[in-house]
Every structure is written in C-alpha cells, then in structure tokens.
C-alpha cells in the first residue's frame, strides 16, 4: 500500500486506533475512579479477574515505584519512536501495531503528567486486577497486544514500510 492515499488511509487507521484506545483508557479510569473504591475487590470472573482500584507510581508489577520520573523520560521516547515509526507506515498491521501502542503510551502518559502528585511524577490509575499477578488498566492491554504483534510481525519478516519480504523468494 505504497500509494499516497493508501498510506494516508494507514495514518487515518493509526490515528483512529489511538483515539479510541485513548478515549476508552481515559474513560474506563474515569469510571473507576468514581465507582470504586482503594482497597476494595469487585470480583468479575471469580477471583481470576477482578476490580481493584489503585493508583501506581511504578511501572508493570509496581517495578519502579520510586523513580516515576524515570519512567515518564522513558515514556517519552517511546512516544517519540512510535511517532518517528509511523512515517514508515506502508501496512494494515503495522498501523494497527503502532495506533494501539501510541494511544496506550498516551494514556498512561498523560496520567504521569496530570495526576497527583504532580507533572512527570503522577500516578498510573490501575483498576483491572489479574488473579493475584497485577492490576492493569485499557492503556496497558492495548500496549501489551501491540508488543504481541510487533513480535509476530518482526518474526514474520514484515516490514513496517511494506509488505512480508522472503528473502528465499528475491529474484536473483
């Protein structure tokens, strides 16, 4: 899809993923916060799932608690690769890769700069507890479904720029 309106159609794909994850992330964590309550567990799916609210300073499994600045710095260059990577855009996939890593980067970012205890250090609203494993958030699945796909699609060989390339079936 190298045309100049099929990449412009990837960028609308991209953008779009990124609003609604976005929007869903901030909008589930704005219900969490007005319907639950710290310290109290909804079960949803036996204890396996659960409702859990808390607010989280550190990064996955609270890894970091004590450096969030540290981690917004890293944020930011993630937002910033996935920004420099999406003008490579030339497939469906990668679009969908990229959209669902930007908005869930920018979800959990924007909690980092406008929630206490203040801008670069605030803390991660995190509401969906798994088992006795973690509690995540929508940011969060959408990351960790990007991170997926971007495995199998590097696995795969596909380009960000284009389509799979098979090096077996180059012309030589």
């Known amino acids: 899809m190298?045309?100049?309106?099929?990449?412009?159609r990837l960028y609308a794909v991209l953008a779009s993923l990124a609003a609604l994850t976005l929007v869903a992330d901030q909008g589930t964590k704005a219900w969490a916060l007005a319907a639950l309550r710290p310290g109290e567990s909804v079960e949803?799916?036996?204890?396996?799932?659960?409702?859990?609210?808390?607010r989280n300073p550190g990064a996955a499994f609270s890894i970091g608690d004590g450096a969030t600045w540290i981690?917004?710095?890293v944020s930011l260059a993630i937002l910033g690769w996935v920004l420099v990577a999406s003008r490579k855009v030339g497939n469906l996939p990668w679009a969908v890769a990229l959209g669902l890593l930007l908005g869930g980067a920018l979800g959990n970012l924007g909690d980092r700069f406008f929630r206490s205890p203040g801008p670069g250090r605030g803390h991660v609203v995190d509401f969906i507890a798994y088992a006795d494993w973690?509690?995540?958030?929508v940011a969060?699945?959408?990351i960790v479904v990007a991170a997926g796909l971007i495995m199998v699609l590097t696995y795969r060989g596909t380009s960000i720029s284009g389509p799979v390339h098979h090096p077996e079936h180059a012309d030589g």
Request: glycine residues 14%; aromatic residues 8%; positive net charge.
């Open 44 to 54: 949803v799916v036996g204890s396996w799932i659960r409702l859990t609210l808390l």
């Open 71 to 73: 981690l917004t710095v």
């Open 134 to 137: 973690f509690v995540g958030n």
């Open 2 to 8: 190298s045309t100049p309106g099929g990449r412009r």
């Open 140 to 142: 969060d699945i959408a």
